[in-house]
């Protein structure tokens, strides 16, 4: 009969994270895919020869980084990709000052005009779509800046989306957090109702250059909105 190596109501970081990686070896050896379940914990803590105590660790630390979803009474399932984990280590390193606004957009920046090109060369007929139609939402939201900028943001995430390349939609996705401390900010400095409209108006052209695949334009008119973006940033003394 095997001994667990810890006993029940101990956990070791070590051996935790050790189990972490065999959970992880176990989801990759046997190809499941997001949605697939998961053994239970007893099942996976006599596979990996470690206590319940240990799994059920794991298990949580897994769940944090959205690897696998867990709920009161039923079998864990793998995740889907989840850009939140990276979110929040962004958010905390802009509070730490070891990042400032004006660099995250500048990250943004590079990520996103290429996100804009990819998409107008790679959408489908849906995704081109829904970004357009997101864009003349956001004109009906002018007066509305919550629902505003939930709609700017998931603008921005649908491009990265519809670039064909999965990993830019969660690094574009992990701005989230970040892009909703300082999006009401932004908005406040644009004083006047022309410059919210001209805002608008600058997404809709970035829309309509993905939905007629002009690459080149959708590239050009990002730029023009990210440049505006860190330039009202600046000005309400965002840095």
Request: proline content about 3%; glycine content about 6%.
């Amino acid at each position: 009969m095997k001994k667990p190596i810890l006993q029940e109501g101990s956990a070791d970081q070590g051996l935790v994270e050790q189990t972490i990686g065999g959970i992880r070896n176990f989801i990759r050896e046997n190809q499941l895919l997001p949605g697939s379940l998961m053994p239970s914990e007893t099942a996976m803590a006599a596979h990996l020869d470690v206590s319940r105590t240990v799994t059920r660790e794991a298990f949580r630390a897994l769940a944090t980084l959205g690897i696998i979803e867990v709920s009161t009474g039923r079998r864990a399932r793998v995740g889907a990709p989840d850009a939140a984990p990276l979110s929040t280590i962004i958010d905390h390193t802009v509070d730490m000052k070891e990042l400032s606004i004006q660099q995250v957009l500048d990250v943004r920046r590079t990520l996103e005009l290429r996100t804009a090109k990819l998409a107008a060369l790679r959408r489908s007929e849906q995704q081109a779509r829904e970004i357009l139609e997101v864009s003349y939402r956001m004109m009906e939201a002018i007066d509305d800046p919550e629902t505003l900028m939930e709609l700017d943001i998931g603008f921005h995430e649908l491009i990265a989306q519809s670039s064909g390349n999965s990993l830019y939609g969660i690094l574009v996705g992990s701005f989230r957090v970040i892009t909703k401390r300082t999006w009401l900010i932004g908005w406040k400095s644009r004083a006047t109702i022309e410059n919210r409209k001209g805002n608008i108006l600058c997404h809709q052209r970035l829309a309509e250059a993905i939905m007629t695949q002009d690459a080149s334009l959708a590239e050009e008119t990002m730029t023009e909105h990210f440049d505006s973006a860190s330039s009202v940033l600046l000005s309400a003394g965002i840095s």
